[in-house]
């Protein structure tokens, strides 16, 4: 026994109650209209990313084996045996309000601020607990038989009544069962272990301890202890499968991915958002977890950078949707490429065309083109065979990547490699017209709704083009004493995106300028 002489600093403290499995699938599940269920799986905190696949998965052409298996195993006598444990929301409200009390570092602050938002939001609609541990078990196997919406499995299993009377649950619906049946199911009773003392991150990292026998990877361990972090809420945004956040464009594009690393349910959209925003800060491609460290510690990646991202997955997603699956380094490429495109000066070793991408998708199509005859016959674009054949002295041949080749910067991860590989894309879409290619994908290549060569050289200043012209845009005088950014930005008489000049530039009071969303040129200058 634990002595009552000492107590855990600092510590979490439990205490056991007993349900019964009709009062937990009723707190369980959702009430009518907006009322929240009462024990409810927090996203994106709190929970880790359901494994749908693990519990609702196939076995030996049995749809759901795990949930069902789940439910015999319970109702054959081990429901003492496997607890539930929930965090009342009041709890964590208070841990909550702690932590953001405690930090002095405002984004930080922010983003308990919005945890503290949602907790208090799933609160007013009715939410009294949160589950850490036992969401699958809860959420794909009890709610749904006791709700009807998966049937028992195939297995045997009989109930007997005191007469003698045996019913069969095997293959049916709780629905279809006696209603003395249903009473006993009912009652069968479970421990549920509730938290009455700890802070919101023990609980985090509990949830990563019992891990209902599915392995975490060091992956998803960083991202559960730094739910918190403005990063972790930038990626969120993009790669969230919640209802409440994650763009659907982007989620499209990501789901093209065939790799196991990269799928949904081991956080693989999150791995592949943050690798592509840490390779737009630093233009390296980072390949193990800790060196994401800093970045959840507060190192800080711009909202250029997601927005970039945002557009460059929908543009992708849109292009590919009725595609196979894709190799992530497929659409990394295309991810790589437009940043360059859209932030040449970022890449003084590369030769990049001065082309400003109006219509994406039509882009991305051509990249999908330009990207699958690179990896089957890059010889028709001037481009090194994919592979070297080396014969042996045994009459055997070898076979090893190209080196310099479009296969074998994919196969590597270095910073030159990469440049490597966006040097030969480049060179390719830009010498388009002079290639033995399809007439079809150059129309569009070189159509003024997909791409337009813009001029970035150096644009006048305010000063230069009232010297040229001391009218604005609308032929009335500009009085020396206004011309300031102030009131005036420098507009291009025909729109940069679509090809206007840096030196064809009128006075142009700063509304108009902004409205006409094609002229403003801040960004260029």
């Keep these: 026994m634990t002595s009552s002489n000492f107590k855990v600093v600092g510590g979490m403290q439990y205490e056991i109650e007993i349900l019964n499995l009709g009062t937990l699938v009723e707190l369980g599940t959702p009430g009518f209209g907006e009322t929240e269920s009462k024990i409810n799986s927090a996203h994106d905190f709190l929970q880790r990313l359901a494994q749908k696949i693990e519990w609702n998965k196939a076995v030996n052409g049995e749809k759901q084996y795990r949930a069902k298996a789940y439910l015999h195993s319970i109702i054959m006598g081990s429901n003492l045996l496997d607890s539930f444990v929930l965090v009342p929301a009041s709890l964590l409200i208070n841990s909550i309000k702690l932590n953001t009390e405690n930090t002095t570092d405002e984004d930080e602050k922010k983003s308990w601020a919005g945890v503290l938002k949602y907790v208090q939001e799933c609160m007013s609609s009715g939410v009294q607990y949160f589950i850490i541990d036992g969401q699958n078990r809860l959420n794909e196997s009890l709610i749904p038989y006791f709700n009807n919406t998966l049937v028992f499995g195939k297995d045997k299993l009989d109930l007997e009544d005191s007469n003698g009377k045996q019913v069969s649950l095997a293959g049916k619906y709780f629905k279809d069962l006696p209603k003395d049946v249903q009473d006993y199911l009912s009652a069968i009773e479970i421990p549920v272990v509730i938290a009455l003392q700890g802070d919101v991150d023990q609980f985090s990292q509990s949830l990563i301890w019992k891990n209902e026998g599915i392995a975490w990877d060091n992956w998803q361990k960083l991202l559960q202890v730094n739910w918190y972090t403005k990063f972790r809420q930038q990626i969120s945004e993009i790669a969230s499968g919640s209802d409440t956040k994650g763009d659907l464009n982007c989620l499209t594009a990501l789901g093209r991915l065939r790799e196991d690393r990269y799928s949904f349910e081991i956080n693989g959209f999150d791995l592949f958002v943050s690798e592509c925003l840490v390779w737009m800060n630093t233009k390296t491609q980072f390949t193990k977890p800790k060196e994401f460290e800093s970045y959840f510690r ?10 970039a991202l945002k557009k460059y997955l929908t543009e992708f997603g849109k292009a590919y949707k009725d595609s196979p699956k894709i190799s992530n380094v497929e659409l990394r490429n295309y991810v790589m490429l437009r940043y360059a495109l859209d932030h040449p000066k970022e890449f003084s070793t590369i030769t990049i065309p001065s082309w400003k991408v109006n219509g994406g998708v039509g882009f991305a199509k051509v990249y999908q083109i330009v990207n699958k005859v690179l ?30 080749s479009y296969v074998y910067f994919n196969s590597e991860k ?27 994908m150059k129309d569009d290549l070189f159509n003024p709704r997909y791409v337009v060569e813009v001029d970035r050289s150096r644009m006048k200043t305010l000063e230069e083009a009232y010297v040229d012209n001391p009218l604005d845009s609308r032929g009335r005088k500009v009085p020396v004493s206004k011309l300031s950014s102030k009131h005036f930005d420098r507009g291009h008489k025909y729109p940069w995106s679509k090809g206007g000049k840096n030196d064809e530039i009128v006075i142009q009071p700063i509304r108009d300028n902004r409205q006409g969303k094609d002229d403003y040129v801040a960004e260029n200058s």
């Design 298 to 307: 507060g190192k800080e990646i711009k909202n250029k950078y997601l927005k």
């Design 375 to 404: 990896m089957t016959y890059p010889e028709k674009f001037g481009e090194l065979p994919l592979h070297l054949y080396t014969k042996q002295a045994d009459g055997n041949t070898t076979t090893n990547k190209n080196p310099g």
């Design 414 to 440: 270095k910073q030159s490699d990469i440049n490597g590989r966006l040097s030969i894309l480049f060179n390719i879409l830009t010498n388009a017209k002079q290639l033995e290619t399809c007439q079809q």
